[in-house]
């Protein structure tokens, strides 16, 4: 299993920033999956998850009606839309997969946002 997270960098409070997660080595379309955060100092949170095929999505409080989860199960992908974007949005992003044989992890992307 291998998730990679791209997308990351650098943005103005009120920008828009769009991460991409690529998946292989599973069947993309069976699984929810979910997006993480970890701000420094703090413990990691759960921002977003999307169902298998996209009819059911979640998002964590602090970023409903500024982010969307989105997938392309064509392509193994799934994305993270970050509108007005604050500078509490500051973390490092990471795509999940629960799959039977265990709960699998990307790199992390670094998200920052600051004047």
């Known amino acids: 299993v291998q998730l990679a997270e791209s997308g990351g960098g650098l943005v103005q409070p009120g920008g828009s920033l769009r991460l991409s997660c690529a998946a292989s080595?599973?069947?993309?379309?069976?699984?929810?999956m979910y997006w993480y955060r970890q701000a420094p100092g703090k413990e990691r949170e759960l921002v977003a998850s999307?169902?298998?095929?996209?009819?059911?999505?979640d998002y964590a409080d602090a970023v409903k009606g500024r982010f969307t989860i989105s997938r392309d199960n064509a392509k193994n992908t799934f994305f993270l839309q970050m509108n007005s974007l604050k500078s509490e949005d500051t973390a490092v992003y990471y795509c999940?997969?629960?799959?039977?044989?265990?709960?699998?992890w990307g790199q992390g992307t670094q998200v920052t946002v600051s004047s």
């Open positions: 999940t997969s629960v799959l039977a044989t265990g709960t699998y």
């Open positions: 080595g599973f069947t993309f379309s069976s699984y929810r």
């Open positions: 999307i169902s298998r095929f996209g009819g059911s999505t």
